[in-house]
């Protein structure tokens, strides 16, 4: 059962949707088999207010050299990701969602969180952001960097069960068990139902 909001959605609550682009698809280097099996949900909460809405992409380097410490060797690891070899439409969102930008917002990033390197703060900031809605991939990778960023940014985190996604479920399931005994003060586990009968066209 999932559970119910502490507090209204309001027209300040922002839907942050983490990272889905084609980069994650079968396409990609890194295919996340949950990714089109969540898709649908994901873009009902974007459809719902896409101008409250903000679509992160991660943006790897031209290079290994062109990042600092231990993500040159990541990039060594994989280097079919770098900017080099990698087919520029794969940073694009998927297409459905890739619709909704305008009046979304999309923001580009270099590492995992969006709280780092880019100007999602000051964006936040402006808009008046009360709460962040977060879904998109990967569960245990870029949502979990997303979600204690914004903690540490003290928002109001709503994390939405079915509408995030994963290529491990392992680290999916394990994830949601830490935020739903380790962040009960900080971050709320919901649904995507209660998510978009909280959020209503207002």
């Known amino acids: 059962m999932a559970s119910p909001l502490r507090a209204p959605l309001t027209p300040c609550s922002v839907n942050l949707c983490i990272d889905m682009q084609r980069l994650f698809t079968a396409e990609g280097p ?3 088999p949950w990714l089109e099996p969540t898709l649908p949900v994901i873009q009902a909460i974007a459809g719902r207010h896409p101008e409250r809405t903000v679509f992160t992409r991660f943006i790897p380097p031209e290079k290994p050299e062109d ?10 690891r994989w280097p079919e990701a770098t900017r080099s070899e990698l087919k520029p439409e794969l940073l694009e969102l998927v297409p459905s969602l890739a619709r909704l930008a305008p009046p979304a917002v999309v923001m580009d990033k270099p590492v995992y969180s969006p709280f780092s390197g880019s100007h999602l703060p000051h ?5 008046g952001a009360d709460a962040l809605i977060v879904t998109g991939a990967e569960t245990d990778v870029c949502v979990l960097a997303t979600v204690l960023g914004a903690v540490d940014h003290g928002f109001r985190v709503v994390l939405v069960t079915d ?17 739903r005994t380790r962040f009960t003060e900080q971050v709320e ?4 139902e209660t998510v978009l009968s909280a959020w209503q066209r207002h």
Do not use: K
């Open 163 to 179: 509408a995030v996604c994963s290529s491990s479920d392992a680290g999916h399931h394990a994830l949601f068990e830490l935020f």
């Open 67 to 76: 990042m600092p410490g231990m993500w040159q060797r990541y990039y060594r």
């Open 30 to 32: 890194w295919p996340t």
């Open 189 to 192: 586990v919901t649904n995507a």
């Open 123 to 127: 964006h936040l900031a402006e808009r």
